[in-house]
């Protein structure tokens, strides 16, 4: 007998299955949902009220006419079998507005599908009749039922209780998750209103609306952004987390001592008990000292230190700064302690040199005081330790030291996770192939881990130590170097051992994607025109400020200035302030510190100008106290108002001078970039000083007066009111321009 359901009747009469139990209920005849069978009698009242004629012309059933399959008419519709009903009654027999749309949404109906759709449906129920058959006898005619009645009782697989999607779902992936042909979804669009095809991707409320038709729950999952190693790294249990070595960065100034100290604690302890151990500069290295250990990283200098942090590698646990005891405290003995004060890593003074006549660590510890770092000799809480790099004398005291430091520090990690760390240095070995140094920051490394490493990965093929010797695995705080990389990754770049190669290489093909550009415009840096937008949503409480001057007394006096603005209890902070031109170490700072650099009465060299541009960090060039103090100012209350912004158009070199009289000195220059213009201002640097400001009085090439002078040119610039331009000065060309506030 032939079972139409509620939902099947409610599609061919193009109306909700809703309304066809309603309607029942109406008549006092109850069905329990849309999958309730209908019998005839119910058919033939719902019939009536869908469609009156049907009265008239009552359709043979499939049973009694075998030979409806033949004709050709049913063949135009070839939506699968809950849509069966439909086939038997297709013709004119349903005349609602309703449904002669719906007529338009059958494209995809053909003559040729109805035929393949048979001969699976019989299929499929010869074969489930073999199965269950138990009735040999009948068999025959059973077979025969089954051949006319198959095309009703397709077998449909039942609906999930629920299905999951993320972002978007095409109808065709929709339709599978639901186990209906797509075509039905489809139908249920148009229904809906929707003119969908398959490979249409359906948002969230399509995706739950057509699921709510089904009666199928939707969960959306959170897409998980594979990029972000850090989404890679598992949780820690607390239980699990042991004492690892400390890692230790050593600075200082030129030619104080950082590389002798370096390889003298390296000398007199890595091989101690380790015959025959060939050292290796790997970029870091190990000792041993009272069974414990300690990791050294083997690039001296705040420059490395801070490019790592810049890139967002937190990799040094301790600092040790190398102050020479006959020299004293240098410009970059104060750049290193803000270095690592910025950074947030305990730091411990290195008093070198005590083996020299001229030593005087007493002015050393003077001289640290004024940058707040009193020894406990003092009443402070620095840790000085005088030592000779060369002699060996104290150095046992200061690895002590750093041990001490460790301890109350309290590093740990968990061994038993997977690794992850920091790239400390990388090269491509001609044939190894790609070589990195990596730094195990937790869990432990082993030869075969699948590995994503910045932008690379694969698999680690073999691992060394920093005694070149092979080995299996590699802890917390151990640097080894690694083979097995797609490519060379870069020094700063985390690492993460991820659960397959699959894995591996999906996450590092991926990161490769997302250029260095883009990561660099996710950074949010603070610039003085944002800043007002970015304290009043929280993210900012301090200011960070570099400030470099032309001497020590306007820097000073500059900062007391700074540090006493407050607003909305939002402070200026300075980080580090310094003699001269703004360097590349300046502007790395401000990137890992998140900080602005001011420069006054100085102007940033080329290389920290290249690093400025394209690490977004805001450089303001000032002349006049008091401006600084008010551009700051009204950043931080969010009233910065100047329309106008000064802009470098182009820089010239002096390259020979001529006196004129009457006309004063001729500057005969070169220029070196952009352009100098007739009417632009200019200001003339003497060694990363800014001597003079003002306008140009002449610009001319050869005899001629002109307008401008393009890069590559020679020229001769007179300066109003101004003649003391000397051979190697910088004439620096700028306008002002209006610019558009954020
Ligand atoms: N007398 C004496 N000389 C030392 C000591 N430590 C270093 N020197 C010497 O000082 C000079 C500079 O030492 P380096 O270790 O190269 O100094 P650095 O800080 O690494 O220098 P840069 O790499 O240029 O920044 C070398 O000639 C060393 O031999 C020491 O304790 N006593």
Redesign the pocket.
């Known amino acids: 007998m032939t079972k139409i359901r509620v939902y099947e009747y409610a599609k061919k009469h193009n109306v909700s299955s809703k309304d066809i139990i309603v309607k029942l209920k109406d008549m006092n005849i109850e069905v329990s949902n849309h999958m309730a069978a209908l019998d005839d009698s119910t058919i033939q009242k719902l019939d009536n009220t869908y469609n009156p004629k049907a009265k008239e012309e009552k359709k043979p059933s499939p049973n009694n006419n075998p030979q409806k399959q033949e004709s050709p008419k049913p063949a135009e519709n070839t939506e699968p079998k809950p849509d069966k009903y439909e086939d038997e009654g297709d013709d004119n027999t349903v005349n609602t507005q309703k449904l002669k749309k719906k007529a338009v949404a059958k494209p995809v109906v053909g003559k040729k599908t109805v035929q393949e759709n048979r001969s699976k449906e019989s299929r499929v129920f010869n074969k489930g009749n073999n199965n269950n058959n138990r009735n040999k006898n009948n068999r025959n005619k059973q077979k025969s039922n089954y051949q006319q009645q198959a095309p009703v009782q397709r077998k449909v697989k039942e609906l999930p209780k629920k299905i999951t999607f993320t972002e978007s779902l095409t109808v065709a992936e929709l339709a599978k998750k639901l186990y209906r042909e797509p075509s039905e979804i489809i139908k249920k669009l148009f229904m809906l209103g929707v003119v969908a095809t398959i490979n249409q991707s359906l948002d969230k409320d399509a995706i739950e609306l057509i699921a709510s038709e089904y009666g199928v729950e939707v969960e959306e999952t959170i897409p998980v952004d594979i990029t972000d190693l850090e989404s890679h790294v598992t949780d820690d249990q607390a239980a699990d987390l042991v004492e690892r070595p400390s890692v230790v960065t050593i600075m200082?100034?030129?030619?104080?001592?950082?590389?002798?100290?370096l390889?003298s604690i390296r000398n007199t302890k890595v091989t101690e008990g380790e015959a025959g151990g060939i050292t290796q500069h790997i970029g870091a290295y190990q000792v041993e000292v009272s069974d414990k250990k300690i990791t050294f990283l083997d690039t001296?200098?705040h420059a490395a230190f801070t490019t790592m942090r810049a890139r967002g590698a937190k990799v040094t646990d301790i600092t040790i700064i190398?102050v020479?005891a006959d020299d004293g405290v240098m410009p970059q003995t104060v750049e290193a302690i803000n270095h690592a004060k910025a950074a947030e890593v305990p730091i411990i003074i290195a008093v070198?040199?005590?083996?020299?006549p001229a030593a005087n660590p007493d002015r050393v510890m003077q001289e640290l005081t004024e940058h707040g770092l009193v020894p406990e000799a003092w009443g402070g809480d620095t840790i000085f330790v005088p030592?000779?790099?060369?002699?060996g004398e104290g150095i046992d005291s200061l690895l002590e030291m750093i041990l001490l430091v460790g301890e109350v520090e309290e590093y740990k990690a968990n061994p038993k996770t997977r690794a992850n760390g920091t790239v400390i240095e990388a090269q491509l070995d001609k044939g190894r192939g790609a070589v990195a140094t990596l730094l195990v920051q937790n869990g432990t490394l082993r030869v075969g881990d699948p590995i994503v490493v910045g932008n690379s990965f694969g698999r680690v093929r073999a691992m060394v130590n920093d005694l070149g010797r092979r080995v299996k695995d590699a802890g917390p705080s151990t640097p080894v170097e690694i083979t097995g990389l797609n490519e060379v990754p870069q020094a700063g770049d985390r690492f993460v051992v991820v659960e397959d190669e699959k894995t591996a290489r999906q996450v590092g093909e991926a990161r490769a994607q997302v250029t260095l550009q883009s990561q660099r415009n996710e950074k949010s840096r603070v610039t003085l025109d944002t800043l007002f937008e970015q304290m009043k949503q929280g993210e900012m409480k301090e200011l960070n400020i570099i400030l470099k001057a032309d001497v020590q007394g306007s820097a000073e006096a500059l900062a007391a200035s700074l540090r006493k603005i407050e607003v909305e209890g939002a402070k200026v902070k300075i980080i580090h302030t310094g003699v001269g031109a703004i360097t590349e170490s300046d502007i790395i700072l401000a990137t890992a510190s998140n900080a602005i650099v001011i420069g006054f009465n100085v102007r940033p060299d080329v290389n920290a100008k290249r690093a400025a541009e394209s690490e977004n960090v805001d450089v303001r060039l000032h002349r006049i106290i008091y401006k600084v103090i008010d551009e700051i100012e009204a950043a931080m209350k969010g009233m910065l108002d100047p329309e106008f912004e000064e802009k470098i158009i182009g820089q010239a070199e002096v390259r020979t001078t001529f006196k004129v009289s009457k006309v004063g000195t001729i500057a005969g220059s070169y220029v070196t970039d952009g352009k100098i213009t007739r009417d632009s201002g200019v200001r003339l640097i003497r060694q990363g000083v800014v001597i003079f400001e003002g306008q140009i009085d002449a610009l001319k090439r050869f005899k001629d007066d002109v307008k401008e002078v393009a890069t590559n040119y020679e020229c001769g610039i007179t300066i109003k009111n101004f003649n003391d331009v000397k051979e190697g000065d910088i004439i620096e060309a700028y306008v002002m321009e209006e610019v558009e506030r954020a």
């Open positions: 200082g100034h030129v030619d104080h001592g950082k590389t002798t100290l390889d001296p200098g190398v020479a070198n040199k005590i083996d020299k030592i000779s790099a060369k002699t």
